[in-house]
């Protein structure tokens, strides 16, 4: 016959994964908080600063990106409202002649402002394709775009990583990042930060097609 102790353990383990998942929850809504409000984009320094606000500290107690991403999206939802959709309208609205600016080095969009969470702090992501490494910043500086250097680790696929030149400047207001990746890129995505799958990539037809679709629901919402 079992014993008492040995009833109360698959209930203290019950328990104790249980009080995980709440400490995940709650890193998770913090961290997303943080992203809000405090304009950080990236989801691993959001999360390890809330851990630390809260005060947790095991690992099993953080979140993954993508539960993050999810409490980002609902607290966008429930407290920034219309404002968010604004500015994430008027970035899709001008990521499209940034593409067509850029057309000669294949770009793509990519990050908040395709995937839907960009906000009043979200720059425009660009994917950049050329293997002529002072292509991009010739042709910045051609036009009389000034813009800072940077550098960004992306991994290609399970195997293979880099550390890409990013130039990022300021238009009208709005913050463009750009990232420039080797030619071969084009055909495979980078993995993304948030799920490690390729990440989501929109061309100028695709993006087209995606405000084409925002303005035919904003339409539908509007006559309800």
């Known amino acids: 016959m079992p014993t008492a102790r040995q009833h109360a353990k698959p209930h203290a383990h019950t328990h104790a994964e249980t ?22 984009r990236d989801y691993h320094q959001a999360k390890l ?16 990106n993508r539960e993050i991403e999810e409490a980002l999206r609902e607290y966008q939802r429930l407290f920034l409202g219309q404002d968010q959709a604004s500015a994430l309208q008027r970035r899709r609205e001008a990521a499209l002649p940034a593409l067509d600016f850029f057309r000669a080095f294949q770009p793509r969009l990519v990050g908040p402002v ?24 010739r042709w910045l ?31 009208d207001g709005l913050g463009f990042d750009l990232t420039v990746l080797p030619e071969a890129v084009v055909r495979q995505a980078p993995l993304s930060p948030v799920d490690e799958k390729p990440m989501r990539r929109a061309s100028a037809a695709q993006l087209r097609e995606l405000l084409a679709h925002d303005e035919i629901a ?6 309800r």
């Not at 600063?49 to 993954?64: F, M």
């Not at 992306?154 to 400047?169: G, Q, Y």
């Open 218 to 223: 904003g339409y539908e919402a509007g006559t």
């Open 49 to 64: 600063k809330a851990a630390q606000r809260l005060g947790i500290v095991d690992d099993a107690s953080l979140p993954r």
């Open 114 to 137: 395709l995937d839907g969470t960009a906000d009043a702090n979200a720059a425009i992501t660009l994917h950049l394709h050329s293997d002529d490494p002072d292509a991009v910043p």
């Open 19 to 40: 009080r995980t998942r709440e400490r995940r929850l709650q890193v998770a809504h913090a961290a997303a908080r943080l992203m809000a409000e405090g304009g950080i």
């Open 141 to 171: 500086e051609e036009h009389r775009i000034p813009a800072e250097a940077r550098t960004r680790h992306l991994r290609l696929d399970r195997e293979r990583a880099l550390d890409a030149p990013v130039w990022v400047f300021s238009a």
